[in-house]
């Protein structure tokens, strides 16, 4: 009934017809302005004016060196009954202390004794921390510089063959490093780390990994290491500058602020090309999904991630403008002092 109304009122009225157009007009209109707050549409803007999202934050990240690394030498044939082996990196002379069969909740507890009682920087704050709640203990001593394998076994008396079925109450490892000369704690932010370690059993036959990495600082934050996803592009070799001893000096970022989800990463001095202009060096870490592969000139253009897709809700750049000022001048030795 009201479509022949309508029909008639259009037969016997085009200026009707125009009203209705035009209010259609002025409503889209409308809605479109209201629902970008006023801007121009990204689809209706030239690319050049293409600005920094502000939605988009850059972090402050604070630079730290962290004197630890500790990796494992071959996850494949590990296992509780034959031991593994553990490949400490360090800076410092250190301690690797193992424990086997970790309580997993008093492991979390001595993280937040860390933060608000005392700091764990020495073997024995970590095992009064945890009410010496492990089955096996050892230690081993690392050497400064020294990439030197130690292997980590049970002994054949503990008759140990496995930790149970999940969820389990304890860690088949933890390896706790800490610096082994007390003068020397005074240098660095973190004071010692703890890799989790998974090694698989009959029970639970997940291959072996590190579950979690945490390096303590000596003001009572921890963060968790997590790895950064380079964009690969490995031939090209590391800066021929740079000495052994700078290179396995692992340069680490931490977040400022103590927040629990840090993103830490080791970066290497090797040029890596932007994913995106193939030319850049890549400098920025984008988050969450860590993707690293954007250049500087790049980063801006980018509200997703070029590799996943992901939206980028926040970015730090591995290294600032003033240090890349500096590696450059130092690459074409002008430095002046
Ligand atoms: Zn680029
Ligand atoms: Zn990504």
């Not at 001595?110 to 020495?122: F, G, M």
């Not at 049970?154 to 079925?165: R, T, V, Y």
């Not at 253009?301 to 070029?306: A, G, I, L, N, R």
Request: with cysteine.
């Amino acid at each position: 009934m009201a479509a022949v109304f309508l029909v008639m009122l259009y037969e016997y009225s085009p200026l009707f017809y125009i009203a209705v157009v035009f209010t259609c007009f002025i409503v889209t209109t409308g809605l479109v302005l209201g629902w970008f707050g006023l801007e121009v549409p990204v689809i209706l803007r030239n690319s050049e004016e293409i600005e920094f999202n502000t939605r988009v934050s850059k972090k402050e990240m604070k630079q730290v060196k962290n004197p630890f690394g500790l990796a494992i030498t071959n996850p494949a044939s590990a296992s509780v009954t034959n031991g593994i082996a553990l490949t400490p990196d360090c800076i410092e002379e250190s301690i690797l202390t193992c424990y086997w069969g970790c309580d997993v909740q008093e492991l979390y507890e001595a993280l937040q004794k860390h933060v608000y009682v005392s700091r764990i920087s020495t073997p024995q704050a970590l095992e009064d921390a945890i009410y010496s709640k492990y089955v096996y203990r050892e230690q081993h001593f690392v050497k400064k510089n020294n990439k030197e394998e130690k292997y980590c076994q049970l002994p054949s008396d503990a008759k140990i063959e496995d930790f149970g079925i999940v969820p389990r109450s304890q860690y088949p490892l933890v390896a706790l490093l800490t610096l082994a000369d007390e003068d020397s704690q005074g240098l660095y932010d973190i004071i010692s780390m703890v890799t989790v370690i998974h090694i698989p059993d009959k029970k639970y036959k997940l291959s072996c990994r590190i579950l979690y990495q945490y390096v303590l600082l000596a003001q009572g934050q921890f963060h968790d290491l997590k790895q950064l996803f380079m964009s690969a592009n490995n031939n090209t070799p590391s800066l021929s500058n740079s000495s052994p001893g700078e290179q396995s000096t692992d340069r680490h970022l931490l977040e400022k602020a103590g927040l629990a989800e840090s993103e830490v990463e080791q970066y290497e001095e090797n040029s890596k090309d932007c994913v995106v202009c193939q030319n850049g060096k890549v400098n920025w870490v984008l988050l969450p999904c860590r993707h690293t592969c954007l250049c500087d000139g790049c980063v801006k253009y980018f509200q997703q991630c070029p590799m996943c897709r992901q939206f980028v809700h926040e970015y730090f750049s591995l290294c600032n403008q003033k240090e890349q000022d500096k590696e450059t001048q130092k690459s074409e030795g002008t430095v002046t002092s």
